[in-house]
């Protein structure tokens, strides 16, 4: 549905890297081992990867990664991955901090395509499910919820980049409440800041992309921003649009 609103790069994060190190292969869906080659050299280190995509075209031996020192000194794992080169570009392959980003991205009155709201509340259960966020406008209740994306193809921005029903179900959730009389709102958080468009991955999911456009067709409310990173902070780059 929506999805125009201002392009203007603003930061909306800072993460600074603490490491440059090269990917050596994904252990689990949860670890990995890198060399680290800045500010020092380290083989064989055990790295935490905190996103349960596939992200095949990210991961993958000989490809440079940044990473942050743990905040707890008691992990078995040191090192957070949070993120892998893409061409001249980094990716944020770390989904812990999507939370932060998006909230920070729309308490912004200049980036926010919601105005004016009086509070914003993280995880919100929803029979069975937890959706992200709820915003309390006046006397209305506005459910969220995000998905990371890390697949492209060409200028194309995809999601799923594997089959989610989980994620199925978060859309047909908000296409029940839209129903039931309140508003919904799904965000794409888009972390490929060289792509024009967005689609959902049929070929990898047709189930979610069905659901996708039966919630875009009832009315749910669907947006693309594109936030791009530096290794230093985060950045809202643009918004972009569905294709077809």
């Not at 440059?20 to 380290?42: H, Q, S």
């Not at 040191?78 to 989904?95: H, P, R, Y």
Request: hydrophobic share 40%; glycine share 4%.
């Amino acid at each position: 549905m929506k999805g125009d609103f201002i392009k203007n790069r603003k930061t909306v994060l800072k993460l600074k890297k603490d490491a440059e190190a090269v990917f050596i292969k994904r252990i689990n869906r949860f670890l990995a081992a890198v060399n680290i080659i800045n500010p020092y050299e380290e083989k064989n280190v055990l790295v935490h990867v905190h996103d349960p995509g596939r992200l095949k075209e990210l991961l993958y031996n000989g490809n440079r990664v940044l990473l942050k020192k743990a905040k707890n000194k008691n992990r078995k794992t040191k090192w957070d991955l949070i993120a892998s080169k893409n061409k001249k570009s980094w990716i944020l392959t770390n989904t812990m901090f999507h939370r932060d980003i998006f909230i920070n991205f729309i308490k912004d009155k200049e980036l926010s395509p919601i105005k004016d709201f009086n509070q914003i509340q993280p995880e919100i259960k929803f029979k069975k499910s937890r959706l992200d966020f709820l915003i309390l406008k006046n006397n209305r209740k506005l459910y969220i919820e995000t998905k990371g994306v890390t697949l492209k193809d060409g200028s194309l921005a995809l999601f799923p980049d594997a089959p989610t029903k989980r994620g199925a179900r978060h859309v047909k959730e908000l296409i029940e409440i839209y129903k039931n009389g309140c508003e919904s709102y799904l965000f794409f958080l888009i972390f490929l800041n060289d792509v024009k468009f967005f689609k959902p991955n049929k070929f990898t999911d047709p189930d979610f992309a069905n659901i996708f456009y039966r919630a875009r067709r009832i009315g749910v409310n669907i947006y693309y921003p594109v936030f791009g990173y530096d290794g230093e902070s985060i950045y809202f780059e643009k918004s972009i649009k569905l294709k077809g």
